[in-house]
């Protein structure tokens, strides 16, 4: 396997855990220089790039080459050129992946560097169901009515559900009708990269003063900012300037702003001022009219039957809609023939399937604690304080949903409690998952970050 080949199946495999504002920003210009019997280097564009992929990414990236070269060590980052051009190798693709990773570098050259926004996400190809009505709505009336309607609008949702699509729309709604407004679409962690570099920098007074000069400015996925005090301290400054200035804010999350944890009171209650919309799963018919018009996009055609086939078996992200979409497109193009239902039954086993979404006891713990915001050590404590029993109830659920750990194995990973009290927990929290709306929703959501795990 040559290292374009080895450094491809790795972008492939963190483009699926990631979204992809952050894949591109993170990937994007990186590529293998070199390879010896023990260790890679990789070539990234800057020293910012250089920092996240070592801190954030590294334990990952370096899972995912040992899958394919068990013998690689270590890996180093180094500032340089890229060798070699990815979108060339991507002419060799044989690989069904490939078809993803090129949708993938394809957006990169349609990311807009002033604005960061990308042209491919409008109103036009957003499809409105009773999941997203409210959110986008909204989104429409603000850029009718510029920082003076609902000011900031927040909306939030579940991974994968429409919330960057919105956002960016806006934007590029905005730009199509004032091409000299000032927009700017970040997403929060990025945001909180830049501006900790710019404190390191000393240039901290210069960014906040570009970000003030606005007239629309949106952050997606705000919860990546709970417990980051510094980056609250800077976007609070940053927002006030903005909002006093009737300048718009939007700003997404995958949750209300009451829940996130570690969010300053002020911050809390600015984020809560405007107009806070949520989107939830879409029902059968929004997510076969999304496979419709998805296809429509690619020029692509499949018949009713397997369109049917899908949106019934896929039915929590839209994401994952696109995702099998392109699968069986790539399956097609790569055996030249078109797909019947038997196939796409196939693939869509294997794609819901893939190991990327099999996970470990310390991720489902970890994930429970984070979102809970308490730590791991409490859930397996012998404490009955009301916030730990439900959280650690949860933990004991999801082990034995998503993990397939026995009764008595559960037990034991939480602090060696008898299985009895593991299937009262989980006959708990399933009926809870049934009957309560919120218990259902924080499932959903810790789910979702035990699925996009990174320290998987
Ligand atoms: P989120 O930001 O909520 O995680 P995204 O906006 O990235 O989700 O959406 C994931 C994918 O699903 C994108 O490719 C987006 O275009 C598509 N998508 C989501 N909702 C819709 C919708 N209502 N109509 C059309 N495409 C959608
Ligand atoms: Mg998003």
């Known amino acids: ?77 180094v500032i340089g050129v890229p060798k070699v051009d990815l979108k060339q190798t991507l002419s060799k693709a044989i690989l069904d992946r490939d078809i993803e990773e090129r949708t993938v570098l394809e957006l990169d050259k349609d990311i807009d560097p002033a604005t960061n926004l990308n042209k491919k996400y409008s109103f036009e190809s957003y499809v ?11 989104s429409l009336a603000i850029t009718k009515n510029l920082g003076k309607l609902y000011n900031p609008l927040f909306i939030y949702g ?24 000032k927009v700017f679409y970040t997403p929060a962690e990025r945001l909180t990269a830049e501006l900790l570099e710019s404190i390191r920098n000393g240039n901290i007074e210069q960014l906040k003063s570009n970000y003030s000069k606005l007239d629309l400015l949106m952050i997606d996925d705000v919860q990546f900012i709970a417990g980051k005090e510094k980056t609250q301290d800077i976007i609070f400054s940053i927002f006030n300037e903005l909002h006093g200035k009737n300048k718009q804010i939007v700003l997404s999350s995958d949750r209300p702003p009451k829940a996130i944890p570690a969010l300053e009171e002020r911050l809390r209650s600015r984020f809560e001022g405007g107009m806070i919309a949520d989107i939830g799963t879409p029902d059968f018919e929004t997510r076969l009219a999304i496979l419709k018009t998805k296809i429509a996009d690619k020029n692509y055609d499949l018949d009713n039957d397997i369109l049917t086939y899908i949106a019934t078996n896929i039915q929590k992200n839209v994401r994952e809609l696109e995702g099998a979409l392109n699968r069986i497109a790539a399956f097609s193009q790569i055996y030249n023939k078109p797909v019947g239902l038997k196939e796409v039954k196939n693939i869509l086993t294997t794609y819901l399937n893939s190991p990327y979404r099999k996970t470990s006891p310390p991720v489902v713990l970890k994930s429970v604690a984070d979102f809970y915001n308490i730590s791991a050590a409490d859930l397996v404590k012998r404490s009955r304080k009301k916030e730990v029993v439900q959280p650690r109830q949860v933990a004991m659920f999801l082990l034995r949903e998503e993990t397939k750990l026995s009764f008595p194995e559960i037990g034991q990973k939480l602090g060696g409690r008898d299985h009895s009290t593991v299937i009262h927990a989980c006959e708990k929290i399933k009926q809870g998952e049934a009957g309560d709306e919120s218990l259902k929703q924080e499932l959903i959501l810790i789910r979702e970050r035990i699925y996009n795990s990174l320290d998987k």
């Open 1 to 77: 396997m040559s290292n374009e080949e080895l450094w491809k199946a790795v972008l492939g495999e963190m483009e699926l855990s990631l979204s992809r504002a952050n894949f591109t920003t993170w990937f994007k210009s990186t590529s293998i220089l070199s390879k010896d019997s023990q260790s890679i280097l990789v070539s990234v564009p800057n020293g910012f790039i250089k920092e996240w992929l070592e801190n954030k990414f590294n334990k990952k990236i370096l899972d995912s080459i040992r899958n394919l070269s068990p013998e690689i060590r270590e890996i180093k980052y």
């Open 128 to 138: 409105v169901g009773s999941n997203n009505e409210l959110a986008q709505a909204a």
């Open 158 to 181: 579940g991974v994968g559900l429409g919330k960057t699509h919105l956002l960016e729309s806006i934007g590029n709604k905005i730009l199509s009708m004032h091409k000299d407004s």
